[in-house]
């Protein structure tokens, strides 16, 4: 069973930066995709960014694109997502979620294709 735990979240003004981590355990093989995703309150879930395997391609949501940087260090089992020039509007509780099987460019931001989840670490940005 693989687990992931988040961290790094926080209270933030707008404009600044966060760096959220995401930790994995419980799996020696590396070769899953990870996403972050979002949910403001009483909004679906909403992803965010995406990373392979080997961290050779990345991807991310347009409202994101230009602010934050996901990447990864395998050597730590350990997945970051770099938000910077954060926005009121990027308040919400982010999740790191993982999972084996090769996904389809249109499937990275599904929810529903990811199999392991995080708890989730609350980011709220505010002046």
């Known amino acids: 069973q693989l687990q992931l735990v988040e961290s790094g979240g926080g209270l933030v003004q707008p404009g600044g930066s966060l760096r959220l981590s995401c930790a994995a355990s419980?799996?020696?093989?590396?070769?899953?995709?990870i996403g972050w995703f979002r949910q403001a309150s009483g909004k679906d879930r909403e992803g965010v960014s995406c990373?392979?395997?080997?961290?050779?391609?990345?991807y991310y949501a347009e409202h994101v694109k230009g602010r934050f940087i996901i990447s990864r260090d395998n050597a730590k089992n350990t997945t970051y997502l770099q938000m910077n020039n954060l926005k009121p509007e990027d308040t919400a509780v982010y999740y790191c979620?993982?999972?084996?099987?090769?996904?389809?460019?249109?499937?990275?931001?599904?929810?529903?294709?990811?199999?392991?989840w995080g708890q989730g670490t609350q980011v709220t940005v505010s002046s």
């Open positions: 419980g799996f020696t093989d590396d070769r899953y995709v």
């Open positions: 979620a993982a999972d084996f099987k090769p996904l389809p460019l249109g499937w990275l931001f599904r929810p529903a294709e990811y199999t392991y």
């Open positions: 990373i392979t395997s080997t961290g050779g391609n990345t």
